[in-house]
């Protein structure tokens, strides 16, 4: 079963824009993990948030975490075309960092 | 050196078939996970490895599914007489030795795309 919840589903932006993305989770947490997914094929890491942090940046990435919310956010700033792809976010679970996914946001740069 | 390798990227098989999908995980990587992308969908966890043991296999959806690693390094994700519904993106990712408390990211693949007629 799916862990987060994400919205959009899709989003649609001209270059330079920001984007930001919504994730929402069930349980409780240590971490919460985006990633990047081009072309529905391998996934990159983008960033890690702990529970004990509230918002983290990674050159053009901000994220947020709200625990009593049990949510998150991704947003990218001064968005390019290359940033075109779907972004998932992920909490581990079972003990053994397996990775429960959400059902993704599909982003669409357009130059 | 290379990242996690996956074979064949592509398969197209009939219903009723057997199929077989590798895995080749980072040299050294002792954690290796199979998950599995359906259309449109997130990644669903199929079975998680450390060293050749599987100490949770609890995602995978039926006992046509099986996986075993051998000499701590590739995995082979066996579907026996696949279905329709089996049609997917079957992703594998290795990390490094799990400890309590820390965390090990996970290196993906880049998948196995099957396609079940």
């Known amino acids: 079963s799916q862990q987060g919840e994400e919205d959009p589903q899709a989003l649609s932006i001209q270059e330079g824009e920001n984007a930001t993305m919504n994730c929402s989770y069930k349980?409780?947490?240590?971490?919460l993990q985006w990633y990047r997914q081009n072309s529905g094929r391998g996934l990159v890491h983008l960033i890690l948030i702990r529970s004990n942090e509230r918002e983290k940046h990674s050159g053009r990435l901000r994220v947020t975490l709200d625990t009593s919310k049990k949510s998150s956010s991704l947003l990218i700033t001064a968005s390019r075309a290359a940033d075109t792809a779907s972004y998932f976010c992920?909490?581990?679970?079972?003990?053994?960092?397996?990775?429960?996914f959400g059902a993704g946001t599909r982003l669409a740069v357009h130059p | 050196g290379a990242g996690v390798s996956q074979s064949p990227s592509n398969k197209v098989t009939e219903k009723g078939k057997d199929v077989e999908l590798r895995c080749d995980p980072i040299s050294g990587h002792t954690a290796l996970y199979w998950y599995r992308q359906s259309l449109g969908q997130g990644l669903e966890f199929l079975i998680y490895?450390?060293?050749?043991?599987?100490?949770?296999k609890s995602g995978l959806p039926s006992d046509r599914f099986s996986a075993e690693r051998t000499g701590g390094s590739v995995s082979t994700l066996t579907i026996q007489r696949t279905q329709q519904e089996d049609s997917a993106v079957y992703l594998c990712?290795?990390?490094?030795?799990?400890?309590?408390?820390?965390?090990?990211?996970?290196?993906f693949g880049p998948g196995t795309r099957l396609t079940v007629l």
């Open positions: 490895f450390q060293g050749n043991s599987a100490p949770d």
């Open positions: 992920a909490t581990p679970a079972g003990g053994y960092n397996k990775l429960i």
């Open positions: 990712a290795s990390s490094g030795a799990f400890h309590r408390g820390a965390y090990n990211e996970q290196f």
């Open positions: 349980t409780s947490i240590n971490n």
